[in-house]
């Protein structure tokens, strides 16, 4: 199984880059368009620009009207959708494998031709207000937006993809074109293809789709470092409900940065194993990781735990999240973890338990890439802050890292100075009346 | 637009009776196994006679609650071990009961199926429900239903289900209510678990790289031998009346931005002869494409929500056909109007042809990519297998599904989707 092997980039004229790999296991195909834009060229005043922009491509163009466009995909049995993150913003068809021209032909078109009709800006623009209310409703996006807030004073990290209320009010229609025309073009863009298909074929068609567009314009760069934090944040939130839920969050180096595996490893033992898996593929659980036999199961200080540290192009956050326990202080809950994170920083920990992070990533990988989505998924994704070799190289990076290393990050990130520790403190107990 | 041509699905890929090996054993559980050497891993699911129907009045909660309970210790390993052999594998093992039967699933590498079957084996047939760990998991149930009580989303669906399916079985969650949690002694768990965890009626699905022989051994010496006579027979579900009037309820979820909608009627049982009708004509009113013509009108025309669309969840029994948004407080109404008005509509005519081909060709397209992976090749056989479809179902299914007309779903559609008998459940801030 050649499931992680380098594959060449082919780049365009125009400036698009192209990553293929042909995959025969089954007469399908994913297609995949990133575009290097995410929230992170956001400014205040326009912040939710690119997730709002992402929700106007599926309004149409003179070739394949909204309500046309979706059908066409539909009707060939596809699977579609979009993402839009802090980095970028990407679209993907997954289809049968005869069918795929027509996701090409899409793809192609809407990178340049979207029409921006003012009426559909404004019949979106209360969806997407209606994608963040419906976030509201869960008091971890109220936690994790202050704790953005908190860590990013300076880089557009700290705001939220879907962007703030008064915003989603305010712009319009121009501001979405010009969003629209500065990012979104050949230049700017990465396109990446998994499945039943022939390279030589497929290479010729996508010249056949792209090379006539424009390169585009030089995209506006925000630049925007963020400067060292200076003792540690601390916020409460308060809201509805009867749970309590507590955010610890370190600054954390870039995806690129050598530091970024061994704390991945560290955060593999600490909350447990997570994987690139976007599309199925499955979990596995963390009931043995550091974090859950002492919080969990040894001091019923927290009902569940969970942590991430997202890819991304510049300093990001490491998180750790509790459910605290109904029964527990959550001052108590907080110090177990500072004393969790001190072992670390005090004790080596056993190459054994190193070689189980990496067992455990590799059957993620097994698991993961055996859906082509999933493949192309991680062919375009490392391109937005690293490279492909990224990935392949990801489980030999995991499998360098000593238990030094761990040690070495937890020492110089896990610390106080550089953290925000957040709280959602329920104040009330809801209202269970009809 | 020119209609796309449809070329017909190559049957002979499909998973069928030349690649699915189906076995009865002895003690009354069915194993069915399909070899899948592209792939490194095992896909493993299944389902025995123990879900949630059973529960008594005033104990709801108790079928999820023995199940999550069964991986807290085994007669041989407590949970940190379970939980070692499993994690360290890379493996995954969960029980997660329905109303009629607890399912189950995992997933590892194909060398470590043979581990993997041992320890279903051990959480099915050996669990010790310990005390402690038992209020561990009642902590943690309780603090699931405080985060439901919460959600809008869930607690519309609660509502729905009260007004839906007034007198019937269905009518009560899965998860239980607060104090009914409490009211659950180990006891009842012990006892729950004898009773019904049994080999009788006993479904279980591998698919991935292992060759058929061997997974039929690997189960037979792991679960083969195992015996309950004290299983009692699998419950009938009766049908649920239609109400007589549409009837409306609101619950207050104090402090929230949205409003959640679940609105809809009881609909028909998955062996329903008028059921794939009603499904193409489901994925007409509010799924194919952008949430069909409910995502038409309430999201892309008139902007009043990120999601709105509708589900039919036809099971052993009558499950709900419903109709799911989120809105803005102010903006409830007139998103109730709109979806009320597409269901009127929808059963006012047939579909159109453009519509009803549309939906033919997305279902017929999308099954190869259904069946990509090990897990989606389980689920296919476990549905095979509960429903009695047959091995060769997947090969008859682009005809059957191409055969249906305008009239016959229009038919299935009438016979269950009265707008004027709605149960409409809301949750959310105060009216």
Redesign the interface.
């Given at each position: 199984?050649t499931m992680l092997e380098p594959i060449p980039s082919i780049r365009l004229k125009n400036g698009l880059e192209i990553k293929l790999k042909e995959i025969h296991?089954?007469?399908?195909i994913s297609s995949w368009v990133w575009y290097r834009v995410g929230s992170r060229d956001e400014l205040p005043g326009k912040t939710g620009i690119s997730h709002w922009l992402e929700h106007m491509q599926?309004k149409g163009t003179e070739k394949?009207p909204?309500?046309?466009r979706?059908?066409?995909?539909?009707?060939?049995?596809?699977?579609w959708n979009a993402f839009t993150y802090l980095d970028w913003t990407t679209y993907f068809e997954?289809m049968?494998a005869?069918?795929i021209d027509?996701a090409l032909e899409i793809e192609a078109d809407r990178m340049t031709n979207s029409t921006f009709d003012p009426e559909e800006v404004?019949?979106?623009?209360?969806?997407?207000?209606?994608?963040?209310?419906?976030r509201?409703?869960?008091?971890s996006f109220w936690l994790m937006e202050a704790i953005h807030q908190a860590a990013f004073r300076i880089h557009s990290y700290g705001h939220v993809i879907l962007g703030d209320m008064v915003d989603l009010a305010t712009m319009g229609r121009d501001d979405l074109y010009q969003h629209y025309q500065s990012y979104y073009s050949p230049s700017n863009a990465v396109v990446s293809i998994a499945g039943d298909f022939d390279q030589e074929e497929l290479l010729k068609r996508l010249k056949e789709l792209y090379e006539g567009l424009p390169s585009g314009p030089e995209p506006p760069q925000v630049n925007r470092p963020e400067p060292p934090q200076r003792g540690e944040h601390r916020l409460m939130v308060e809201?509805?409900?009867?749970?309590v839920l507590a955010e610890v969050s370190y600054h954390a180096p870039p995806a690129s940065q050598e530091d970024f595996f061994p704390l991945l490893i560290l955060d593999s033992l600490l909350s447990?194993?997570q994987g690139l898996n976007m599309f199925?593929?499955?979990?596995?659980?963390?009931?043995?990781s550091r974090l859950y036999?002492r919080m969990?199961?040894d001091e019923?200080l927290a009902?569940?735990v969970s942590g991430s540290l997202p890819a991304t192009i510049d300093p990001y956050l490491y998180s750790l999240n509790l459910?605290v326990?109904?029964?527990a202080d959550p001052e108590r809950a907080l110090q177990a973890l500072d004393g969790e994170i001190q072992r670390l920083q005090d004790t080596l920990p056993g190459e054994d338990e190193l070689q189980?992070a990496a067992?455990?990533?590799?059957?993620?990988f097994?698991?993961g890439?055996?859906?082509?989505t999933n493949q192309a998924f991680w062919m375009g994704f490392s391109e937005m802050f690293a490279s492909y070799e990224w990935v392949t190289g990801y489980l030999d990076s995991l499998e360098a890292v000593t238990p030094d290393d761990v040690q070495r990050v937890a020492r110089q990130y896990l610390v106080p100075q550089n953290r925000i520790v957040g709280v959602y403190l329920p104040h009330?107990k809801?209202?269970?009346?009809? | 637009?020119s209609?796309?041509e449809f070329?017909p699905l190559?049957t002979e890929?499909l998973p069928g009776p030349h690649d699915i090996t189906r076995v009865e054993l002895e003690n009354g559980t069915t194993v069915l196994v399909r070899p899948n050497f592209?792939?490194?891993?095992i896909a493993l699911s299944g389902y025995l006679q123990a879900g949630s129907l059973y529960d008594p009045e005033d104990k709801l909660g108790l079928a999820d609650f023995t199940a999550d309970t069964l991986m807290r210790g085994t007669t041989t390993r407590s949970?940190?071990e379970l939980?070692?052999s499993?994690?360290?594998?890379?493996?995954?093992l969960?029980v997660s009961p329905g109303a009629h039967t607890a399912g189950f699933g995992g997933?590892?590498?194909a060398d470590d199926l043979p581990s993997l079957l041992d320890l279903l084996g051990d959480i099915l047939i050996n669990p010790v429900f310990p005390e402690a760990d038992v209020e561990?998991v009642r902590?943690?149930l309780?603090?699931g239903l405080?985060?439901r009580?919460?959600?809008?989303g869930e607690m519309a669906d609660l509502g729905f289900d009260q007004i839906a399916y007034a007198g019937h079985p269905y009518r009560f969650p899965s998860d239980g209510y607060p104090e009914t949690i409490r009211a659950i002694q180990v006891q009842d768990l012990v006892d729950f678990h004898a009773k019904h965890y049994g080999p009788q009626e006993m479904v279980i699905v591998i698919v991935g790289a292992v060759e058929p022989d061997r997974a039929v051994a690997l189960v037979k010496e792991k679960l083969g031998s195992w015996s309950n006579p004290n299983q009692p027979e699998p419950i009938q579900v009766p049908e649920a009346p239609p109400l007589e009037k549409t009837t409306r309820?609101?619950?207050?979820?104090?402090?929230?931005?949205?409003t959640?909608i679940v609105l809809g009627v009881v609909g028909p049982r998955r062996n329903w002869e008028g059921f794939y009708p009603a499904l193409l004509g489901n994925s007409i009113l509010g799924q194919?494409?952008?949430m069909g013509r409910i995502g038409?009108s309430v999201?892309?025309?008139?902007?009043?929500?990120?999601?709105a669309y509708s589900s039919l969840s036809s099971s052993v029994g009558p499950g709900p056909w419903t109709v799911a948004a989120?809105?803005?407080p102010e903006n409830l109404d007139r998103a109730l109007d709109l979806i009320q008005e597409e269901i009127r509509k929808f059963v006012a005519e047939p579909v159109s042809p453009e519509e009803l081909a549309?939906v033919q060709?997305?279902?017929?397209?999308?099954?190869?990519?259904t069946?990509?992976?090990?897990?989606?090749v389980a689920s296919a056989l476990l549905t095979m297998e509960r429903y009695q479809l047959g091995l060769d179902y997947l090969q008859g299914y682009e005809q059957m599904i191409r055969k249906i007309t305008r009239e016959a779903i229009l038919e299935a559609s009438r016979q269950y989707l009265d707008p004027d008998r709605l149960a409409i459940s809301t949750a959310g801030p105060p009216l």
């Open positions: 199984m296991t089954a007469p399908l599926f394949f909204a309500e046309e979706d059908k066409i995909i539909a009707r060939a049995g596809g699977a997954t049968p005869d069918k027509l404004e019949s979106e623009r209360t969806v997407v207000m209606s994608e963040r209310q419906g509201e409703n869960n008091p809201g509805p409900g009867d749970t447990g194993p199925g593929g499955g979990g596995i659980s963390n009931k043995t036999t969990v199961e019923d009902v569940s459910i326990h109904p029964d189980r067992k455990q990533t590799r059957a993620l097994a698991y890439g055996e859906s082509i009330n809801g209202n269970k009346g009809s | 637009m209609k796309q070329t190559k890929s592209n792939s490194l891993s949970f940190q939980y070692d499993l994690e360290s594998m890379g493996a995954s969960g997933k590892s590498l561990k902590s943690q309780l603090t405080d985060l009580s919460q959600d809008t309820q609101h619950q207050i979820v104090e402090g929230k931005s949205q959640d194919f494409g952008m038409e999201r892309n025309k008139s902007g009043l929500a990120y999601y989120g809105v803005a549309d060709s997305n279902y017929v397209g999308k099954l190869p990519l069946l990509e992976s090990n897990s989606g």
